[in-house]
């Protein structure tokens, strides 16, 4: 699923899967979400509301450049370094083609349907 992606207002090519919680998180844009770090390893954020997490592929350690929803706290991650062993409540949202420095210093998250 090709979206639109800005961090910072900086445009960044980005995909996601075809996972219902990435379909749920599509159907929330466009949306923006402010980012802070978490252990140096993700820039994290919270979405509107919570995204399913029903049908959610198995799981999967993330790698830097990975958009993930953590289900526990129901926010959006976004790693700039590879991420902790594979665990059910992370789900893999898709992806962002960037720098890991750029995904680190990353303050805020815009994404928006392709046109």
Not at 82 to 107: C, E, F, T, W
Request: aromatic share 4%; hydrophobic share 45%.
């Amino acid at each position: 699923m090709d979206i639109r992606v800005t961090l910072d207002g900086t445009p960044v090519e980005a995909v996601l899967n075809d996972s219902p919680a990435a379909r749920d998180l599509a159907a929330l844009l466009p949306l923006t979400v402010d980012l802070e770090d978490f252990h140096g390893t993700e820039q994290i954020g919270c979405p509107p509301r919570r995204l399913t997490t029903t049908a959610a592929p198995s799981p999967a350690a993330a790698k830097a450049g990975d958009l993930a929803y953590y289900a526990p706290w129901g926010n959006l991650a976004l790693f700039h370094r590879d991420g902790p062993a594979p665990s059910n409540d992370l789900l893999i949202l898709g992806h962002l083609d960037a720098a890991p420095g750029r995904l680190a210093r990353a303050q805020k998250i815009t994404l928006e349907t392709a046109p």
